[in-house]
């Protein structure tokens, strides 16, 4: 949980409400830690404070409040963008869009002094257990490896939704992709099932270089003045087909469009700043003819998609291990926050015992 902007997280007892009509009370397994838990803690998404940290997760059904059909005990994976089913997105196939999305953060539960709290995305899930809506669980099969169903909620589905669904990679496009955190590892193994070659890996820390071969990619470049040059020698001078921006910053998006052929397509995954500004000219937007597009949540109706990650997990047809650097017990999540924050690893997930 984290107290103010800026502020360093701590472990702390919560109250939690009861779960209401349609709200389940679910006992987190394992949690991972995501780039946009450091944007609620430095401020960058502006939620309300105190806030409980965590949108990606898995756990099982402890309690199931009324006019509920989730029985307890059911395993889940928490979605942190549940679709309303009845706004314009929803009715025209963009649940990914959907207008009763949750604020970054919802008021929920009160501190153990009785102050209102708020968790993150609806969830809060850096927690021993969560009270949320039921469309905001998804079952899933039982005996996942927990800390591979935890990430499936974010990284996995946003990395996947990104290649599958936005960008469309077809079999020996080129790709690629910029920052190598959960979602960008998840980028490239989204590019590797797609039968795109080759992958460029891009990073400026070069202790990413084994987990991005580890994850599908056929090259790593170190992010430098020169990435465009790397990536053009490796392209037939051309540029590659698709780049993916996995960090969110202005400065990436625009080495992901010097990086994209003519007629390619950018597609931004990293949520940046509303103060980060990015300036192309009116004469490259029309003589490069590339598409700079969003991805927001993998373009993904999690419904649907997570069940079917879910099931590729438990066949063995997807191996997430790439993407967790290891498990942590909470006491140690504000530790595994200051790693990710140096850039050291990629998924850090929180595991709680049985
Ligand atoms: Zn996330
Ligand atoms: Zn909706």
């Given amino acids: 949980m984290v107290r103010g902007r800026g502020e360093t997280p701590a472990v702390e007892e919560v109250r939690l409400p009861a779960p209401g009509p349609g709200e389940l009370r679910v006992r987190i397994r394992a949690a991972g830690i995501c780039h946009s838990d450091l944007a609620m803690v430095d401020g960058t998404l502006a939620p309300a404070y105190p806030l409980v940290l965590g949108h990606e997760a898995t756990g099982v059904v402890a309690e199931a409040g009324p006019d509920t059909t989730i029985a307890v005990g059911t395993p889940v994976v928490l979605n942190w963008a549940p679709a309303c089913r009845d706004c314009w997105h929803c009715r025209h196939g963009e649940p990914w869009l959907c207008a009763a999305n949750p604020n970054p953060s919802t008021p929920r539960g009160k501190t153990a002094a009785g102050e209102p709290l708020a968790v993150t995305l609806g969830l809060g899930a850096l927690a021993e257990e969560v009270v949320v809506p039921q469309r905001a669980a998804v079952p899933v099969p039982a005996g996942l490896p927990p800390e591979q169903a935890a990430v499936l909620g974010c990284a996995v589905l946003t990395g996947v939704g990104a290649v599958r669904n936005t960008a469309r990679v077809a079999p020996g496009e080129s790709v690629a992709v910029i920052g190598l955190g959960g979602v960008g590892l998840a980028v490239l193994a989204a590019a590797r099932r797609a039968g795109a070659s080759p992958i460029l890996a891009v990073d400026v820390v070069e202790a990413k270089r084994d987990l991005a071969l580890a994850a599908g990619a056929t ?28 960090v969110g910053r202005s400065a990436t998006i625009r080495a992901a469009w010097r990086a994209t052929r003519r007629g390619g397509a950018v597609t931004v995954v990293g949520m940046g700043g509303k103060d980060d500004m990015l300036s192309l000219s009116a004469l490259d937007i029309f003589h490069s003819a590339r598409t700079l597009r969003s991805s927001v949540y993998g373009s993904t109706d999690p419904d649907r998609e997570v069940p079917e990650l879910a099931a590729a997990l438990a066949a063995g047809d997807l191996d997430l291990g790439p993407l967790v650097s290891g498990t942590v017990p909470l006491a140690e999540a504000p530790d595994a926050l200051e790693r990710l924050a140096r850039g050291e690893g990629a998924r850090w997930v929180v595991t709680f015992p049985d």
């Avoid at 053009?232 to 921006?245: K, L, N, P, Q, S």
């Fill in 219 to 246: 090259d790593f470049l170190r992010s430098d003045d020169t990435l465009g040059k790397q990536i053009r020698a490796r392209t037939d001078g051309r540029g590659v087909d698709h780049a993916f921006e996995c």
